[in-house]
């Protein structure tokens, strides 16, 4: 005679942990409220794994309390994806899920909408003037470290999965205390204006100059002396009477500060232009500027790539032990002659690569172009026709308010061919 015993186990009651999802459902609505009033907005978890959450609960309930397992707790949580097979297995009952934190919440500014209303003042003006104008966007990518000789160091860019052959391994040093330097990618996209308004401004060249961070900081003039170089190179857009400019609020592009005024005006006369309008996005807002949308096409360039600079000789390499940031690197190099151009050299070959890997990029199918950095001798004679254009009495490299504040005929200068706003720069010869 044969007896399922099957038949004799009821199996585990239902009832066994009502007490302790009990007790979670509390804690979880009470998580749910607060997020609610956050516009259901989390900074941080409060549990730190399944475990934790059920250590948590668990000194809440009364002694006594029958505690589940890890499983039987994670498979009361609500399934990611309610499609697949495994989903099956979740219960559903504690409205809680595995998540991973999104970076893309933005800052509220008082004047979003008034530069919102700016930039599409702008782009109405250049599509209503599409043969006369030029529409440039300007920005800096995040910095790209590298490490020092036979040390190489993550580009710092997050990627996804490449392709490596299969006997190989993709790796990096797994810190960067060995990076004193880093390099600055400059986005320029010149955009192709459309015929409407409503029509992307997202396309058109991009431009991208790869600038050394210790020797080859940005300013407004290192800016406008590479964009003065750009603009000639581009075959399909003729050399325009109106340049309009669309950059971020940082201070080499804020439009309140004199050494800004000063770069757009000498471009202004460097390209025998008629009209120069320059303007920005509100604080935080930099995800406003179609130039911002370049970075995560840069990023495939940049992703999964370990770099390091070449090394120097030997005196230059030891005089670089004792440097602690780029700072203490500039400070040896204007004590040491040949330091910043063995420096410069030791780049060239990484330089080289990502720049390589740069042009492979497109956008639109136009594949992005590498830039030049503009040197320092070109800077310096690019700042000094200040003196020849705006008022002889400036004292080059001072441009704060108390500087400048008894300089007749600057004032009377601006007074007479600009127009200034706090998100808006007009210079116009009249």
């Known amino acids: 005679m044969v007896i399922d015993l099957r038949s004799l186990n009821k199996g585990r009651p239902d009832d066994t942990f009502n007490v302790f999802f009990d007790q979670l459902e509390k804690e979880v609505e009470e998580l749910t409220a607060a997020d609610e ?46 499609y697949t097979n495994t989903a099956k297995l979740y219960k559903g009952r504690i409205n809680l899920q595995h998540k991973i934190q999104t970076r893309q919440l933005r800052a509220a500014h008082i004047d979003e909408h008034y530069c919102a209303a700016i930039f599409r003042y702008l782009k109405e ?47 990096a040093l797994d810190h960067d205390v060995c990076s004193k330097g880093s390099l600055t990618p400059s986005v320029c996209l010149v955009v192709d204006i459309p015929e409407k308004v409503t029509e992307s401004f997202y396309r058109g060249q991009v431009f991208v100059t790869l600038k050394d961070s210790v020797f080859q900081p940005s300013s407004p003039f290192r800016h406008a002396v590479e964009l003065k170089q750009i603009l000639p190179t581009i075959d ?13 609020g940082g201070p080499d592009h804020r439009t309140t500060y004199a050494a800004v005024k000063l770069s757009l005006i000498i471009l202004f006369k460097s390209l025998d232009l008629d009209m120069l309008i320059a303007t ?86 136009k594949p992005f172009r590498s830039g030049t950095p503009a040197s320092f001798e070109d800077i310096e004679r690019f700042e000094a026709l200040n003196l020849q254009y705006v008022d002889p009495e400036l004292t080059l490299g001072k441009y704060t308010k108390n500087d400048l504040k008894k300089l007749d005929q600057y004032h009377r200068f601006m007074e007479t061919h600009c127009k200034e706003r706090n998100y808006i720069f007009h210079f116009q010869v009249i």
Not at 144 to 169: H, I, N
């Open 280 to 365: 920005r996005t509100a604080p935080g807002h930099s995800w406003a500027n179609p130039a911002e949308r370049i970075m995560s096409l840069l990023n495939l360039a940049y992703q999964n790539v370990s770099l390091h600079r070449d090394e120097m000789p030997s005196n230059f390499e030891q005089m670089l032990k004792s440097c602690g940031s780029m700072n203490d690197i500039r400070n040896k190099a204007s004590k040491k002659k040949g330091l910043q151009d063995e420096w410069t050299k030791s780049l060239q070959t990484m330089v080289s690569l990502l720049n390589g890997r740069t042009e492979r990029v497109t956008l639109k199918e």
């Open 236 to 248: 399909d857009i003729p050399t325009n009477p109106y340049l309009l400019l669309y950059t971020d």
């Open 125 to 171: 003006y250049a599509i209503k003037f599409s043969d006369l104008s030029t529409l440039v966007c300007l920005d800096d990518k995040s910095k790209v470290d590298f490490g020092e000789p036979g040390m190489a160091v993550a580009s710092g860019v997050r990627g996804k999965k490449t392709l490596v052959p299969v006997g190989s391994m993709l790796g």
């Open 37 to 82: 009033r956050r516009h259901n907005v989390e900074h941080f978890s409060k549990y730190i794994s399944v475990h934790d959450l059920i250590e948590q609960t668990a000194k809440h309930c009364p002694e006594g309390t029958q505690i589940p397992s890890e499983s039987t707790v994670l498979f009361a949580f609500v399934p990611r994806n309610a």
